[in-house]
């Protein structure tokens, strides 16, 4: 869940790839560059530390520290077991989808490419940081479901409250077409990359504090800082990828978020990538074979790779951080997860939407003149904040666009624009992309299934006042006015099963992909379920309940792996 810094930099080592086979064009800046010191500070976020901005991609946290920390729509699925190692090793087979031939256009009409639906696609879990909220205590044993400390009672010894810490992992997928990190949500022109990212909060759940305001001067900083690391062909990062490397608005340094075409695996469309993520003695580890191609990659999240995590240092005036390495925090996948963010979700894969609108006109201020055609009634406020980008960044697909928070549900995430949404199977395929396609999980060295699933999505979290602009507005303390699908939108993705390479396998879009064996009711309404209400730690040791998400409850693992 992350990653749009809304700051357009010259890009560092930007290569544009011709084709797969040829990375060329060394030292290739975008023919548009703007300076970061001279927009730090000004409005719609700029000068805030990513997970501050509107268009970041960080993981939702159960309430806003800012009222502009928002914009992550993220329908995922959760899987469940009590197999030993099952919170810590697990392996999916994934198939990266593709897009049609018809291009986009400018206004929105001709085709819909992956870009346009989704910056990044991830498989996720939740790992130890002794530093990360809830700040109860500064110790994390690995790998231990004696950490899921749960509890509504503030008596217990198993409050929530007194949860070890913790942050949250995704190894993010980014695609082809549009336009490369750290500018925009892409890779490159024709083929993907992918990142571990991790997600930590620093504050303390149980007071309400905040760690000092020096760490918000760092633009991976913040209070949800981020480590940083491509899957790269060597498993060495690219460079560290601490929250601070990164460095301050006034002195950036892009060497770990920009991608190095020369050290990162790059994978095309179509590949089928075997993913084994599993805990090691250095850190948590995820390994890449690329089934099509036979390349690979890894990256483990250890000292010699540059993580660590920022230190809960209220009272000071400067930001520290310290070498860390990070490890799973149960031994199985059935415990909830982290303790402060919307979802709750512990293993899982997760699709994140919400992040393009076409623009027909970008103004000297990279805010959009003319809307396309999503905003048939003219501009509104989620087209007006500085987030567009124009066509000539593009490493492939020509046309201007913006990654506002989609805050009216009326970008291409929230049409028919998804694989499967029209009935019409030639129509939809010429104009749409093929669907993301995943396998369940298996534990214990890839040999056992995990045994239950539920679907997960955080609407009520981002239909609330101070995310969304349609009214009425979600109240997530009561449920009322949260609703699926969000106001605004005439479509909302779901996942269903299909029979792929001699086994169950999930995919994403609508109800008309060809193969479809299972679509749980056809609906993000009948898929996704009631409101679930959720509990968090508060200061003075007072619960706080929270309806985040729509949950379907758990359900016996339709999709094994055969």
């Known amino acids: ?100 031939n018809t291009r986009p256009g400018a206004t929105g009409a001709g085709g819909t490419w992956n870009f346009q639906l989704r910056p990044t696609f991830w498989f996720g879990l939740t790992l130890c940081d002794s530093q990360s909220a809830p700040e109860y205590t500064h110790t994390c044993t690995r790998d231990s479901d004696a950490n899921n400390k749960v509890s509504p009672d503030p008596n217990s010894p198993d409050y929530i409250g007194k949860h070890p810490g ?74 560290p990828a601490n929250p601070l490397f990164t460095g ?3 002195n950036p340094n892009f060497a770990a978020v920009n991608p190095d075409y020369s050290k990162d695996l790059l994978m095309r469309p179509g590949d089928r990538i075997r993913i084994h993520m599993h805990d090691t003695t250095a850190g948590f580890r995820a390994d890449l074979s690329d089934l099509t191609t036979g390349q690979s990659g890894s990256m483990t999240a250890s000292v010699a790779n540059g993580f660590g995590h920022v230190r809960f240092t209220p009272n000071s005036s ?38 393009f609108e076409n623009c027909v006109k970008i103004t000297a201020e990279y805010n959009c003149a003319k809307p396309g055609k999503q905003d048939a009634g003219g501009l509104d406020p989620d087209d007006d904040f500085n987030f567009c980008v124009p066509k000539s960044d593009s490493s492939l697909v020509r046309i201007d666009g913006c990654f506002f928070n989609d805050g009216d549900w009326d970008g291409n995430s929230y049409q028919r624009d998804w694989p499967g949404s029209i009935p019409n199977v030639a ?20 040999t056992t299934n995990y045994s239950t699933v539920a679907f997960e999505t955080d609407l009520p979290r981002i239909e609330a006042s101070d995310s969304q602009e349609n009214p009425p507005f979600c109240d997530r303390s009561t449920g009322a006015n949260c609703v699926n699908p969000p106001m605004g939108a005439k479509f909302y993705p779901f996942y ?21 064996t299972n679509d749980f009711g056809g609906s993000s309404t009948a898929e996704y379920g009631p409101l679930l209400q959720t509990v968090y730690p508060g200061p003075g040791f007072t619960p706080i309940l929270r309806y985040n998400n729509f949950n379907s409850g758990d359900v016996p693992n339709p999709c094994p792996v055969s």
């Open 1 to 100: 869940m992350k990653r749009f810094f809304p700051v357009t930099v010259a890009l560092a080592g930007f290569l544009v790839l011709a084709a797969y086979a040829s990375p060329v064009g060394a030292g290739v800046r975008p023919s548009h560059v703007k300076d970061l010191r001279g927009r730090a500070g000004g409005s719609s976020g700029y000068g805030e530390s990513l997970c501050v901005s509107h268009s970041s991609l960080c993981i939702d946290a159960y309430d806003n520290p800012g009222d502009e920390y928002v914009g992550h729509d993220e329908p995922s699925v959760e899987f469940k077991s009590g197999v030993s190692g099952s919170g810590n090793d697990m392996t999916y087979t994934l198939t990266l989808p593709g897009d049609p």
């Open 166 to 239: 913790n942050a949250y992992m995704e190894l993010q997928f980014y695609g082809p077409g549009y336009v490369p990190q750290f500018e925009g949500f892409g890779c490159a022109a024709t083929v993907y990359c992918a990142a571990m990212t991790i997600d930590s909060r620093t504050l303390n759940q149980n007071t309400g504090t905040e760690n000092t305001g020096a760490c918000d001067n760092y633009i991976l900083g913040g209070p949800e800082p981020i480590n940083w690391a491509y899957v790269t062909k060597s498993g060495v990062s690219q460079a």
């Open 248 to 250: 301050t608005f006034s």
């Open 318 to 355: 400067t930001c520290h951080q310290s070498a860390y390495a990070f490890h799973p925090e149960y031994d199985t996948a059935n415990p909830r997860g982290n303790t402060w963010s919307a979802h709750t979700y512990n293993v899982a894969f997760s699709d994140e939407i919400g992040h």
């Open 427 to 446: 129509r939809d395929r010429a104009r749409h992309p093929s669907p993301v396609l995943f396998t369940s999980p298996l534990t214990s060295n890839g």
């Open 496 to 516: 269903s099963t299909r029979n792929a390479d001699g086994t169950c396998t999930w995919q994403e879009g609508g109800d008309f992909i060809p193969g479809t």
